[in-house]
């Protein structure tokens, strides 16, 4: 497992180009918050820009979602670990099997990201899983999968801010809970459908939060970014 202190704020780095996102970090303090680099960014600009950014000292969220057959995805994640990442993702509906693959995959490496299962996309709701065969709730299938995620050894999971107290109260203190979908008082909702304040995120339990555009769509970064960690000291 990693043991290096990871910030409590990952920014979400939703941009189409290299550039615009160099021009958001540049604004942004390495000591305070990590980076998380997602599908459109990573697919855009590749690795070697993950890379320079773990140079300049960030802390970043490799959130590319790998779900494959268990050998591709242990390969994929190690890549990861080698490009310096502190935090990586699966699917943990991609199976115990594949989750367990890519972990013991990760221990033989030098450097060891947490490695951690998406459970509910924060997007979906009941109605959703319901549409693509889950007759669970988004709760009762969120617990059923970090379950499933805990006991294939994985570091923690992905999951709504929502879930984190009956996940924490559950599963134990020390299994990581990595939370989009939180919007400071005031902000929009975007296309996130369950969502909490950072204040309420932080009294429900979560390890680490997910921000983006409260951030990036603000006028100052670096303030927004220091007004939320100002709001948590309280």
Request: glycine fraction near 6%.
């Amino acid at each position: 497992m990693n043991n290096k202190s990871l910030p409590l704020i990952y920014v979400a780095l939703d941009f189409e180009t290299a550039e615009e996102a160099n021009r958001l970090t540049e604004q942004l303090d390495a000591k305070s918050v990590g980076l998380k680099v997602g599908k459109e960014l990573f697919t855009a600009a590749g690795p070697e820009l993950v890379k320079n950014w773990v140079e300049h000292g960030f802390s970043v969220f490799l959130d590319l979602k790998f779900h494959d057959i268990p050998n591709t995805v242990a390969k994929a994640v190690v890549q990861a670990a080698r490009l310096g990442v502190d935090v990586v993702n699966v699917h943990a509906s991609g199976g115990r099997k594949m989750m367990a693959t890519a972990k013991q995959a990760l221990e033989k490496e030098s450097h060891q990201p947490l490695l951690i299962a998406v459970t509910v996309l924060t997007s979906m709701t009941d109605e959703d899983l319901t549409e693509i065969g889950v007759h669970r709730n988004a709760q009762e299938q969120v617990m059923a999968l970090a379950k499933l995620t805990q006991s294939a050894g994985l570091d923690g999971v992905v999951c709504s801010a929502q879930e984190a107290e009956i996940l924490k109260s559950t599963l134990g203190e020390s299994f990581k809970l990595m939370t989009p979908g939180i919007r400071p008082k005031g902000s929009q909702q975007d296309d996130q459908k369950r969502v909490m304040t950072p204040q309420q995120a932080q009294q429900a339990g979560v390890d680490f939060m997910v921000i983006g555009r409260p951030i990036t769509k603000a006028s100052d970064p670096a303030q927004a970014v220091s007004d939320i960690i100002a709001s948590l000291s309280r």
